[in-house]
């Protein structure tokens, strides 16, 4: 069995691993350490969140600089401060036993005149996230012409938010032949880029293969009616009674919206997104540290840096717009040698991705249903009967024990034990008695080609005025249908933007609520009319809106059929002559918003 004494550290970092009980090195540690100990060179390397990367380019770094220098040696960039504040605090951790050791965290959200009088004081290392460090170099408040290593902690993460400009731009100001070291979990075009520019001839090992998921992580999914997503939520959770898991939405509004539902339907619940301040967030990561918080509801970036070994679960409850996005997410549970559980709630017009999903990461899902209420019962029965199997008697107990005697003398054993096991269990019947099935049959649905139009009878497609012209490209007008019409992002679907109109579809019951919205809205000062189409979509000619005139030419219409929203008289838009006609009454995106429906659903205890 290989050791970290076999991989060439020295006493002080091997002193440091036996007080943190690290016995056998990981496989990206065991690859890793040997080449940067031993050569002054790059490195790409690849491996999954959890596999122990920070050690693997940490001891290196530690072992390599000058301890006794005050200059700065060795530059980490990471993308989010709470993995910035993990990566220093585990550097520090391995360094305990090397005297003279500064590491200094550098990032947004605190004080600059504390971090820039930090450095000045000696550090060897700097941990920083790009924006902060930019900021820094250009008020020359930190130097790093002299460093010797550098580190891109979670690259794919860091050039998926933006900061590509912002690295360039830093280790412009860093010595051409320092030693980078690139560690990420997936290895995009964008990635390989970064390595081709910023790396000369780069040793690059793989644990695993390519954006591979962990073995230790199980892969499932569960096809569920969009507009029953929530209710799909809250039946896994349900179902897991001893869940502690991240649930990861898309946006910061759905983030905060779900977790506060959570929180008003009994759930121990928080949201983690950007938009909270630096307190909030820390307030709520302590809390789930502690296992406070059963249920961390989370954006892609807000998450990076959560290191917490023990979740069981990451729940997705919407799925990445990237694929790989989705190896980050079922990285962080199955960690540290655990097992883990990857769950994935769908709609029918996401079951494609699924397909696309298991060819990157290579592991197949699992379709499961979402479980019904007598499932949830018996679960939640057969978790309260184990509890209290394995409870601990507290002998104060005792002095009461001839009152409670004296108040069941009449009661047998088995009847005894029906009213107590009731107490819990009937909250959960009468709240799951009615409840239906959630589930969808997918042989409508094909898993390599997505929804089956051929039962479009059951949507509608509809016909808009704004296309690319108006800066839309098929996911912004996605964006800003969702948005306005407060739906979720997978109601509205075969969006098709031309040059100055666009379709889309919905299912057929937010008809009435698409076409009453736009009766009278604007968009940057002008009306936007939305009206049934009978353009069913598909490849070839296409008809207009309603369906007479072919498009040829780009995509122009023929015929001057576009023009017939206008009136005769030139009034022009419909919505401008209703107005004027008074006609129309004025319609706020509040009114269609959906109404909290109050829940009678048991509440859950905190664990």
Aim: charged share 30%.
């Amino acid at each position: 069995m290989n050791t970290f004494q076999n991989l060439g550290l020295n006493e002080d970092l091997l002193h440091a691993i036996t007080d943190l009980g690290f016995e056998k090195p990981s496989e990206v540690q065991e690859k890793a350490i040997p080449i940067l100990l031993n050569d002054e060179t790059d490195l790409v390397a690849l491996a999954q969140t959890g596999t122990g990367k920070t050690a693997a380019f940490g001891f290196p770094m530690l072992q390599k600089i000058n301890i006794d220098s005050r200059t700065t040696q060795g530059l980490i960039l990471s993308p989010t401060r709470e993995l910035c504040l993990q990566i220093t605090n585990e550097m520090k951790l391995y360094g305990k036993y090397c005297k003279g050791l500064n590491v200094v965290a550098v990032y947004g959200g605190s004080s600059i005149t504390d971090q820039a009088r930090e450095i000045k004081r000696g550090a060897q290392i700097i941990v920083a996230t790009p924006g902060r460090m930019k900021d820094m170099i250009s008020r020359k408040l930190v130097d790093i012409s002299k460093i010797e290593y550098a580190v891109l902690d979670e690259a794919d993460e860091m050039l998926n938010m933006g900061f590509y400009e912002d690295i360039t731009d830093i280790l412009s100001h860093s010595p051409e032949d320092k030693c980078t070291w690139l560690f990420s979990a997936t290895m995009p075009k964008e990635v390989a880029t970064i390595a081709k520019k910023f790396m000369e001839n780069p040793q690059e090992i793989t644990v695993g293969n390519k954006n591979e998921s962990t073995s230790n992580v199980s892969h499932e999914y569960y096809l569920v009616n969009s507009r029953d997503r929530y209710q799909a939520l809250k039946r896994l959770a349900d179902a897991n009674p001893d869940i502690f898991s991240v649930v990861f939405c898309r946006t910061k509004r759905d983030t905060q919206k779900v977790a506060e539902n959570l929180i008003e339907d009994g759930y121990s619940a928080g949201a983690l997104h950007g938009d909270l301040s630096q307190n909030q967030r820390d307030l709520v990561m302590n809390s789930f540290r502690k296992n406070q918080i059963q249920m961390l509801v989370a954006t892609d970036v807000a998450a990076r840096g959560i290191d917490v070994d023990d979740i069981t679960h990451v729940i997705n409850y919407q799925l990445p717009d990237e694929i790989e996005t989705y190896t980050h997410r079922s990285g962080r549970t199955g960690r540290a040698g655990k097992t883990g559980v990857s769950m994935v709630i769908v709609s029918k017009s996401e079951v494609r991705k699924i397909k696309s999903i298991e060819r990157i990461i290579k592991r197949q899902f699992d379709k499961k249903d979402i479980p019904d209420g007598a499932d949830i019962c018996e679960v939640q029965l057969m978790s309260l009967a184990n509890k209290i199997h394995n409870t601990e008697i507290n002998h104060e107990i005792d002095k009461h024990l001839s009152s409670i005697n004296e108040l069941f003398a009449d009661t047998d054993k088995d009847e005894l034990i029906k009213k107590f096991f009731s107490v819990e269990f009937t909250r959960f019947f009468n709240y799951y008695q009615k409840s239906k099935n959630l589930n969808i049959a997918e042989g409508s649905f094909d898993r390599d080609g997505g929804r089956d139009f051929k039962g479009s009878k059951n949507s509608t497609r509809y016909f808009i005025n704004v296309g690319g012209k108006d800066g839309f490209d098929w996911m912004k007008l996605k964006d800003f249908l969702k948005e306005v019409l407060d739906l979720g992002r997978d109601d509205i679907f075969k969006v098709e933007v031309k040059d100055s109109f666009s379709f889309f579809n919905t299912e057929n019951e937010l008809k009435e609520k698409v076409l009453a919205f736009f009766t009278d809205f604007k968009h940057e000062g002008r009306f936007v009319n939305v009206e049934v189409s009978e353009n069913r979509g598909g490849g070839g000619r296409r008809n207009d809106r309603r369906g007479g005139g072919n498009r040829r030419d780009g995509g122009k219409r023929s015929g001057g059929r576009r023009d017939d929203r206008k009136s005769s008289s030139g009034n022009g838009n419909r919505s401008e002559r209703r107005r004027s006609e008074g006609t129309s009454k004025p319609r706020r995106s509040d009114d269609f918003k959906p109404k909290s429906v109050a829940s009678d659903r048991p509440r859950r205890s905190r664990r």
